[in-house]
């Protein structure tokens, strides 16, 4: 079959929904499958026989950006004669999209909750542009199957357009297990080490994350925070220092080797204010890295509280308090305890491959 999958970025090193599309593209390239890939950024080493049409965007602005990477794709997309179009960007029309980034309309409510302020924010071009294609994605005349990756996307779908549910499948991410394999055993010395891993400190929640840091470290646990992910640091360098805890914090920038990560830390701590599915959560996991996560988040369905990890509300003033009062029950856990965490997040990992997501991905597709 001849695949052409849509996506603006497919790289192992810089986010989630990056790692996501390169391991669909390489897993159907091993089902044997055509697989043409329209990327404006593209790492060649994902698989052999992907075939890369490069797409052009237009920087000017972010309006810009969405607006023409969607444009261009779908006139590559015109010239393929694929069987299947699978967009991972917003892009329409799609045999299958995949809602791999917010939902913005949602984002939206969450980041201005005001309906006046909501409304004013909405006369933005970029947020216009984003909404726009969003209720075109969503049109069922556009866009043949729904794919989320947590039943949150599916219930929000459902709240805030008209698309018939029983077009949009509930598919979980996938891990490589070979890729992320855990290190599990007693961890030595009294420092615990949290780590944040994120593309957008802000919605990904670093400044409660620096906060609760503080708290914890107030209340008498040595702690550390490692922060690995591509933004600007410097008003969480500067918060860190109003808060006194700046020589505790270390800022690393993307890496792509974030496996060793996972296995050197203690505690993943992603308090994201909404995200789909990050995929973070389930690489921790499966690194045998219990993770602390939001109910706004997806990846709250495969964390077991108190067994591999724990949960908080999200998009809550307390968010900061919240967090320190988990990373603290951890803290006081014996080394015992937090082992079995360990192998608990492995276990809770294992029943997500990333195989079994593309053989029910094409199954959904090709039904």
Excluded at 58 to 71: D, G, K, P, Y
Excluded at 332 to 355: F, H, K, N, Q, W
Aim: with cysteine; aromatic share 8%.
């Amino acid at each position: 079959m001849k695949f052409a999958i849509i996506r603006s970025e497919v790289s192992y090193t810089k986010g989630g929904a990056e790692r996501y599309a390169a391991n669909l593209c390489r897993e159907l390239c091993e089902l044997g499958h055509e697989v043409h890939v329209l990327a404006e950024i593209f790492e060649p080493d994902v698989h052999p026989d992907l075939i890369h049409h490069p797409v052009k965007v237009n920087r000017t602005s972010s309006s810009w950006r969405n607006l023409s990477f969607h444009e261009n794709a779908q006139a590559i997309a015109a010239t393929l004669g694929a069987d299947q179009v699978i967009a991972l960007s917003r892009s329409y029309p799609s045999d299958a999209f995949r809602v791999s980034d917010p939902l913005h309309s949602f984002w939206m409510e969450l980041r201005y909750p005001g309906k006046f302020h909501r409304f004013l924010q909405s006369l933005n071009p970029r947020h216009r542009t984003i909404l726009k294609m969003e209720c075109e994605i969503l049109n069922p005349e556009n866009t043949r199957m729904i794919v989320t990756n947590s039943q949150l996307s599916k219930d929000l779908i459902a709240r805030l357009y008209r698309y018939p549910a029983e077009r949009i499948h509930v598919i979980y991410n996938g891990v490589d297990f070979e890729q992320f394999t855990p290190d599990i055993g007693l961890r030595e010395g009294d420092s615990l080490e949290l780590l944040f891993v994120g593309q957008d400190f802000k919605r990904k929640g670093l400044a409660p994350t620096i906060k609760a840091l503080a708290d914890v470290r107030q209340a008498g646990h040595d702690c550390t925070l490692r922060v690995i992910g591509r933004d600007n640091p410097t008003s969480y360098q500067k918060l860190a220092r109003s808060l006194q805890v700046e020589p505790f914090i270390t800022f690393e920038g993307p890496t792509r080797e974030i496996q060793k990560a996972y296995r050197q830390a203690d505690l993943l701590v992603f308090p994201s204010l909404y995200d789909p599915f990050a995929n973070v959560v389930l690489e921790a996991l499966a690194c045998g890295l219990p993770a602390l996560t939001t109910s706004t988040h997806g990846s709250s369905e495969v964390v077991d509280e108190g067994k591999n990890g724990y949960l908080i509300e999200g998009a809550t003033d307390h968010q900061a308090s919240d967090l320190a009062a988990r990373i603290i029950t951890f803290c006081e856990l014996t080394p015992e305890a937090r082992r079995d965490m360990r192998i608990s997040a492995r276990t809770a990992a294992e029943g997500y491959p990333v195989s079994e997501n593309t053989r029910t991905f094409i199954e959904k597709l090709c039904h």
